[in-house]
């Protein structure tokens, strides 16, 4: 995964708590073919009509894979029953390998965590051809012009599964669109400053468009499938010149392949990224001295601050573009939680600009175009569904303790390659404006379990885990 600005603007109870309400069973059986949100998307007979939001009502799938590694660590048992994300991230994880659970092992494991009552499995489907375009870290196993294989060996058994799950009353699947494909669609192309030959490549063949498309489609046609395509962060898209083209682009997108909107019932922001939900001491309106923060070096000319208001933001661009008034927005607050000792208590003095954004930020990081194994960071909020306007849930799809790329280049059969972003003694490329990584040491390979990493997120929990 890499998340990176356009810098010139173009820069132990299980989850029944929090997650389960009264009304969902209700609703699956009430909701009329046009769904509470006007999907106009007829359910085979017998099956599921599609939910305004598929996790209300539901409780989060645990994935017992990751469960068991957050349990094993100091502390971590506080937190090892919440849902993450199952990460779709090679052909072989659909069948399983020896370390991890195949797809039909985790809708099994989820319909027995169920117990009879409406449960949400989160999958991110992620192994686009050209994968990563403009990062290393989690280059994939298909080459850019691999599409072929993408829908053959990797779509459609999904979608096969899938399809074989389809008519259990209480399974919802919400996947996550391919991470980072379309906006490095946008920002890291020709005429840009951030461009790239491997993502100028896939703008070219259209493969990640197509890819989506098809995704879409044949995981769209499932009538408890919900998509929601992956839409980067207010650090990545959020300028005027990134957002309303990326919306656009993602409608492109949701006509390719076979396609249509109706198979988007939302967007995800912030996945496996580090921006915080709400940045509470200072908002992009503010001025200092007569000078506005939006020219503070944090900020940078940015329409968003943090990622609630992004998400808003962007759920307005996407119905501008042309999708339904009804879509819903997802949050990834795994990584951004920004606590501990050093989490700002206020606003910062208002001497200058910086000083006062400076002062007053929780997201800590050196810049907001890094990526890799944020040093600092902490839990975020924890999952739960409706927790604002326009947005479905807050989410963990990013399991915490996973890496994000490895700090040195290690040997592997995934395609993985090695991004400086990971190394804690890189003084940064033009999409962090040449600034150090800020990346935690001796991190593995991207997806493999980092135990530093997931005793920093713990201890700066924010809200504190306890
Ligand atoms: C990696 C994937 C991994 C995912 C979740 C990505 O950065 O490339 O292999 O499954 O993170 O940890």
Aim: proline share 7%.
């Amino acid at each position: 995964m890499r998340r990176l600005t356009d810098r010139h603007r173009g820069g132990r109870g299980r989850r029944t708590g929090r997650f389960a309400g009264a009304v969902a069973a209700a609703l699956a059986l009430t909701a009329g073919p046009l769904g509470a949100a006007g999907f106009a998307q007829q359910p085979p007979a017998g099956a599921q009509a599609k939910l305004d939001n598929p996790y209300e009502g539901a409780r989060l799938y645990v994935n017992p894979d990751w469960s068991a590694k957050a349990a094993a660590e100091p502390g971590g048992d506080a937190v090892a029953d919440e849902g993450t994300g199952v990460w779709l991230d090679r052909i072989a994880a659909i069948e399983g390998t020896r370390d991890a659970m195949g797809l039909r092992e985790h809708l099994d494991a989820a319909l027995q965590q169920a117990g009879g009552k409406p449960v949400v499995v989160q999958l991110v489907v992620y192994d686009l051809p050209g994968r990563d375009c403009a990062a290393l870290a989690s280059n994939g196993e298909l080459g850019p012009e691999e599409i072929g294989r993408y829908k053959s060996d990797y779509i459609n058994p999904i979608r096969d599964i899938l399809r074989a799950y389809s008519s259990h009353p209480n399974l919802r699947v919400v996947t996550t669109i391919e991470p980072d494909s379309l906006p490095n669609l946008v920002t890291n192309v020709s005429g840009r400053p951030t461009s790239t030959p491997e993502c100028d490549e896939m703008k070219r063949n259209g493969n990640y468009i197509e890819g989506v498309g098809y995704a879409l489609a044949q995981l769209g046609a499932i009538s408890n499938v919900y998509n929601y395509i992956d839409a980067g962060h207010h650090g990545w898209l959020g300028w005027d010149s990134n957002l309303q083209p990326a919306a656009d682009v993602m409608y492109q997108a949701a006509r390719a392949g076979g396609a249509t909107p109706a198979d988007v019932h939302g967007f995800i922001v912030n996945t496996a990224n580090y921006s915080a939900l709400k940045e509470k001491n200072f908002s992009v309106g503010d001025t200092v001295n007569g000078q506005p923060v939006r020219q503070s070096t944090w900020v940078d000319w940015n329409q968003y601050v943090d990622e609630l208001g992004f998400a808003q933001g962007f759920r307005r661009a996407a119905v501008s573009a042309g999708f339904s008034s009804g879509i819903g927005m997802l949050i990834d607050t795994s990584r951004n939680g920004w606590g501990g000792p050093d989490r700002p208590t206020g606003p910062g003095p208002t001497t200058s600009v910086n000083a006062y954004v400076d002062g007053g930020r929780y997201d800590r990081r050196i810049h907001v175009g890094n990526w890799c194994n944020q040093a600092g960071a902490g839990l975020g909020e924890r999952p739960r569904s409706s927790p604002a306007s326009g947005i479905d849930a807050y989410v963990w799809m990013k399991p915490p303790g996973e890496s994000d790329g490895s700090s040195t280049e290690i040997p592997n059969n995934e395609g993985k390659g090695f991004d400086r972003m990971c190394d804690p003694t890189y003084q940064g490329n033009a999409r962090n404006n040449y600034n150090p990584s800020g990346a935690l040491p001796n991190a593995p390979l991207s997806g493999t379990w980092f135990p530093a990493q997931f005793q920093q997120l713990l201890k700066n929990a924010y809200p504190p885990v306890s």
